[in-house]
């Protein structure tokens, strides 16, 4: 006899008269003194199981011991409910199954948490995440999950570009986090580093001919984890030959909408919109604006130059938002600290209260600023006067910290956008140098390749990023496949020849010997499905997440190592017993 021969949540009227076996979850047990009704669950919904003494002894007797999410098979007839019985809120809530026989497969010890519980901690749910997994919203999550892979394998696959397995345990490619080090018991004293991503193996499978390559790779980032970041992460990784900029990103467009068309959504309109980097930055002080709600930021540098109000006379610029409400004094004292996380030294505003307007700064300023500065009734305009890069800083932070707090975004749109034409290299604070901002294998814009170390701070590079509602999905680049271009970058971020052997040879060979012109793209295969299922973390679409610590309350990992196990791998540890650190 098979286990199952009908799913629970695939019964309708139409199966009245049929005979079924079922398996799957008690999901509750209601005893009615003589009738027991079960709602049972597998995958594809809930049945509702009639156990009636008088049907079958066998049934009402195995019926007594069942507890939720025991496991159950059990076999019977569909009939139509009973007009007064019919659940319209259930999809099988127009039939029953009259059980002949049941059984108890498998026992369960009382619950740490209900199944239908609301807000569950998190941690609870993630010890024991194995039954937080037969939640509907976990089962929805992973399914969609599953469902956007697969249509993106899909259209890869007729894309021509091949699924090719680049190692983990590798040198290390500066992608901007701390790397996960692997140490190695054949060579004591050194370490592979996990992946941060296979940026430079991709790269090395064009200039191996391989002409388009794919892969759902998994990367380790030493990073603080958030809602969008944990330690180990997929992406969709891609690297295209002979190829501009247009076709890498029509590449990654299709794919967003194949995975919307598999999950039956709308997709969004293609082309996505193209947004330069200097102008976002500008206008929302971010390179990943949310584009669902305005709240623009203004410029007020020219009418403050010569403000009475010394802070912005003497600021090299001044900018504001204008919030759709006139806030308390309590909560000004909030977005200051806000502003002040994101660098600000202090948060001027003016508040227009039903048509008064409260502001400590009033008083210094003149008609005319009061007169532009000054919102509708019933809003609050708020300053950043500082450097360029401050000033945007504080004031897209504050213009996201809005966005959310006052719930501006029109929920109903998917807002899909590129940003393009970032600068190629940024200052680097501790070296007081320059760093790259994507990575060092960007190319620059056409025309702007031989300012590259004349000119570092005015080299756009051909990098973009994928933007979806203020998250970034990921990011690209059209690369430089030319080993004096590589090392003239390399020497802007203050690598010397000998440095650039020593930690990227490999690459500088590969380089010399007839590398294609290639470009390619990541993107983060969580943080899309997050948004896809409409969560606000992409701890709720992975299976096994880490939590903030950085710890997997489900199998208490990391767990320290005996002192034998360490001294195989050539390593001592300066942690003492308890967490401390060791005098070395
Ligand atoms: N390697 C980059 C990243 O992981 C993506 C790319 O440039 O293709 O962000």
Excluded at 76 to 91: D, S, T, W
Excluded at 371 to 391: C, I, M, Q
Excluded at 463 to 486: F, K, P, T, V
Excluded at 518 to 546: N, S, T, W, Y
Aim: charged content about 25%.
């Amino acid at each position: 006899m098979s286990w199952r021969d009908t799913m629970c949540g695939e019964l309708t009227a139409a199966d009245v008269g049929r005979r079924v076996t079922v398996a799957g979850w008690a999901d509750t047990r209601r005893d009615h003194g003589g009738l027991v009704f079960v709602d049972l669950r597998d995958y594809t919904g809930k049945v509702q199981l009639v156990v009636n003494p008088e049907r079958s002894k066998q049934a009402a007797e195995e019926a007594h011991d069942v507890r939720n999410e025991f496991v159950l098979q059990a076999e019977g007839e569909v009939v139509a409910r009973a007009p007064e019985a019919v659940n319209p809120n259930l999809p099988t809530g127009q039939i029953e199954v009259q059980v002949d026989m049941l059984r108890i497969v498998s026992r369960s010890t009382p619950l740490p948490f209900q199944l239908d519980e609301a807000n569950v901690d998190e941690t609870l749910r993630l010890r024991y995440r194995w039954l937080d997994m037969r939640t509907e919203r976990m089962q929805r999550n992973l399914r969609i999950s599953h469902v956007a892979v697969a249509a993106i394998r899909r259209r890869m696959d007729e894309l021509g570009f091949i699924d090719i397995w680049t190692p983990s345990m590798t040198k290390g490619t500066p992608e901007g986090a701390r790397d996960f080090l692997v140490p190695v018991r054949l060579q004591p004293g050194n370490f592979f580093a996990l992946a941060q991503s296979p940026q430079l193996f991709k790269q090395l499978c064009m200039v191996g001919g391989m002409d388009r390559y794919y892969q759902i790779a998994t990367c380790w980032r030493d990073e603080d984890l958030r809602a969008d970041r944990q330690f180990e992460f997929r992406q969709l990784d891609l690297e295209m030959s002979f190829v501009e900029r247009e076709d890498v990103l029509d590449v990654l467009e299709q794919c967003v909408v194949a995975s919307f068309e598999a999950l039956g959504r709308e997709p969004p309109p293609r082309p996505f919109p193209r947004l330069q980097f200097a102008d976002v930055m500008l206008r929302y002080g971010s390179d990943k604006p949310d584009l669902r709600f305005g709240l623009e930021i203004q410029d007020a540098t020219e009418i403050t130059r010569t403000s009475k109000f010394g802070v912005f006379a003497g600021a090299p610029v001044v900018r504001y938002l204008v919030a759709p409400r006139a806030f308390s004094r309590a909560e000004l004292g909030r977005l200051e600290e806000i502003a002040k996380e994101w660098g600000a030294k202090g948060l001027a505003y003016l508040v227009n209260d039903g048509g008064e307007v409260r502001s400590p700064i009033a008083k210094f300023l003149s008609e005319d600023e009061l007169a532009a500065f000054t919102g509708e009734p019933n809003t609050t305009t708020l300053f950043a006067a500082a450097d360029e890069a401050t000033v945007a800083r504080v004031l897209g932070g504050l213009r996201t910290h809005l966005g959310r707090e006052l719930d501006l975004a029109d929920r109903e749109a998917d807002s899909f956008a590129w940003t393009l034409d970032f600068p190629l290299f940024e200052h680097h604070e501790e070296s007081e140098g320059w760093t790259f901002v994507h990575h060092p294998f960007t190319a620059p814009v056409a025309g702007d390749e031989h300012r590259i170390e004349s000119d570092p701070g005015g080299v756009l590079g051909q990098h973009y990023d994928l933007i979806w509602n203020g998250w970034e999905l990921g990011s690209g680049s059209i690369r430089i496949h030319d080993a004096e271009r590589q090392e003239a970058v390399f020497r802007v971020m203050g690598m010397d020849a000998e440095e650039q052997e020593a930690k990227f040879k490999f690459l500088l060979d590969a380089l010399r010997m007839g590398a294609p012109p290639h470009g390619g793209f990541a993107m983060g295969i969580e943080r899309f499905v997050a948004l896809l299922a409409g969560e606000p973390d992409i701890r709720q679409v992975i299976p096994f997440p880490k939590v903030a610590s950085g710890s997997d309350p489900l199998t208490g990992a990391p767990t320290p190592m005996p002192d034998s196990v360490l001294e195989e791998l050539g390593i001592k540890s300066a942690v003492e017993e308890g967490g401390g650190r060791r005098p070395v």
